[in-house]
């Protein structure tokens, strides 16, 4: 069955250092995955999805993910996080057939000065 | 153009109760999905609803069930609710035929509370 695992419940960085968040996937087939960031009050915004080719994606607000299948990952990574990037990030497959998107359980971002 | 829509922003139910949840997507789309998000986990996939007609179900009992309109509005109804009920309700909406590879955008939520 599909599944996506974030293994970092919370993480914590100073604003300007680098950030890379985790996100490892089960999966048949080749997956399509999503990372969306969630705001306290805020429903869910699409960062960057991948479906096929350059395993590096770009995506809104300076972030990238790299999918690398030997590792059935997808990390998702910025290079400075600034203190509004403080929220909740999930990972996310799609299922086969196209109609469900199976969410990891979130990463929670703290950005401290 | 306004985001998607949900309505109400908070609802407090006690146990036995039924509850009616309602989602306006953006203008154009033609799909919705409901998810369920439970305080501390990841939105979990309820119904995908395409020109009216269910696509996909997730793995929730039949208290749950939910419709779309004509006008491609959707409401999510609970019966019988629970206490692991409360949760925060997601609607999201895609323009095309709502298969995953759309762009999903999201309301802001209803948080459901079951005393």
């Known amino acids: 069955a599909q599944s996506v695992t974030q293994p970092d419940i919370h993480i914590t960085v100073s604003e300007g250092a680098s950030l890379e968040l985790r996100c490892n996937y089960s999966?048949?087939?080749?997956?399509?995955l999503f990372w969306y960031v969630q705001s306290p009050g805020q429903g869910l915004q699409l960062l960057l999805k991948?479906?096929?080719?350059?395993?590096l994606v770009q995506g809104i607000k300076g972030f990238e993910a790299e999918f690398k299948r030997s590792q059935s990952s997808f990390n998702l990574r910025k290079p400075s996080v600034h203190w509004s990037d403080a929220a909740e990030y999930f990972c996310?497959?799609?299922?086969?057939?196209?109609?469900?998107?199976?969410f990891g359980a979130g990463t929670r971002l703290f950005v401290k000065a | 153009d306004a985001g998607v829509t949900q309505s109400p922003t908070h609802l407090i139910k006690t146990r036995g109760q039924q509850v009616t949840l309602r989602c306006s997507p953006i203008?154009?789309?033609?799909?919705v999905s409901w998810y369920q998000q439970v305080l501390g986990q990841g939105p979990q996939f309820i119904f995908q609803?395409?020109?009216?007609?269910e696509r996909g179900r997730g793995n929730f009992p039949d208290r749950f069930s939910a419709r779309q309109f004509p006008n491609y509005s959707s409401e999510l109804n609970v019966n019988a609710l629970l206490l692991g009920d409360s949760a925060l309700y997601l609607c999201?909406?895609?323009w095309g035929t709502g298969r995953g590879t759309d762009t999903q955008y999201f309301g802001p939520g209803t948080r459901l509370t079951v005393l």
């Open positions: 996310a497959v799609l299922v086969t057939g196209g109609f469900k998107t199976i």
């Open positions: 203008s154009g789309h033609k799909s």
């Open positions: 609803y395409y020109e009216k007609e």
């Open positions: 999201a909406s895609s």
């Open positions: 991948y479906f096929s080719g350059d395993t």
């Open positions: 999966y048949g087939a080749t997956p399509y």
